[in-house]
C-alpha cells in the first residue's frame, strides 16, 4: 500500500535521528561515539536491523492484506493512492481547523455592504492559526515585560559580559592543565627530581654550549649565582628562554624549539644551580635579584 514517505527513507530518517541523539548524549571527547565505544556501533547496528526487518514485515502485511481485498476494494484503494497528499481527506481536514473557510457556495451570506469600485468586501472570520499566534505574541510579551522591566533580568549586553568572564575563568583554568599551552604567566617551579632531571637533558643538549654544563657561564652568563640580567624568577627565565635574551647580544628564542613543559623543566633545572659555585665560574653579571614576596 502506498505510503507518504518511502520504506527506505523511514529508515534512513529514523536511523540517522537515533544516530544524532547517541552522539550527543554519549560522552566521547574529540572521537566519535560509534568508533571510541564498540557497544554504541553495535546497538546502532542492531538499531538498523531492526528498522530494516520491521518494514520488511509491515510491507508483507501490507502485500496479504491487499491480496484478500475484492476487486472493487482494490480499484477504491488504488484510485484512493493515486490521488496527491492535497487531495487526502486528512489534509483536507488539516486546512479546515487551520483557516476556517468558508465553501464559495456561503459567500453570498458574507457579503458586506462595501463596495469600492466593484470590489465586495467579505466577512470572513480570522484564520484560527493567526489568532493562536496573535495570542502566544501577547503571552510572550507579558513575560518578557516581567522578566526585563520588573525583574530587572539580564539584557544581551549583561549576558555577554557574564558569557566573557566565564570564558576568561574557563580559560585561566584550563591553561593550569595545558602544559603545551603554558606561558610566562601560569608557569610553576617543578622540584620533583624526575623533572629536573629531564631539564638537566635539556639543558646539557641546548645550553651547555654557551652555559657550560655545570651552569658556570662561558659565552652566556653565570646561572649559579645570584645575579641576573633579566629576572632569576622561574616566570623571568622562562620568558627569557622563551623569547630570548637582549636584542643583539643575547641568546635566541626557544619557543619554536622546545614546548612550553620543556623550557619549564630547564627553567626549574637552572634555578635548582643556584649557590652550586662550579670551578672557574663566569663573574657576576646583571644585578642582584631577590624574589619579590607577592
Known sequence: MKKLIPAYL??????????????????????????????VSLFLFVFLFLLIAIEITISAIDNVTYQ??????????????????????WYKKLMQSLTKTEPIENEAGLLLNHDYDGIKELDNNLPPWWVYLFYACIVFSAVYLVKFEILDGDNQEMELKKELAQ??????????????????KTVTLLTDPADLAKGE???????????????GGQIGPNL??????????????FHTISNGGRDGKGMIAWKGTLKPKEIQAVSSYILSLKGSNPKDAKEAEGELWVEENK
Not at 16 to 26: A, H
Not at 173 to 183: C, G, R, S, T
Open 10 to 39: 523511514r529508515v534512513l530518517i529514523i536511523f540517522f535521528v537515533i544516530f544524532g541523539v547517541t552522539e550527543y548524549f554519549v560522552d566521547s571527547g574529540d572521537r566519535p561515539a560509534f568508533i571510541k565505544y564498540p557497544m
Open 68 to 89: 484478500l481485498l475484492t476487486d472493487d476494494q482494490k480499484l477504491k484503494l488504488e484510485k484512493e493512492n493515486s490521488k496527491s497528499f492535497r487531495e487526502k481527506q
Open 167 to 184: 570564558a576568561k575563568i574557563d580559560v585561566a583554568e584550563y591553561m593550569k592543565n595545558a602544559p603545551d599551552l603554558m606561558d610566562e
Open 201 to 215: 637533558t635539556l639543558f646539557t643538549t641546548n645550553c651547555a654550549a654557551c652555559h657550560r654544563a655545570d651552569g
Open 224 to 237: 649559579t649565582d645570584e645575579n641576573w640580567i633579566l629576572g632569576g624568577g622561574i616566570k623571568d627565565i
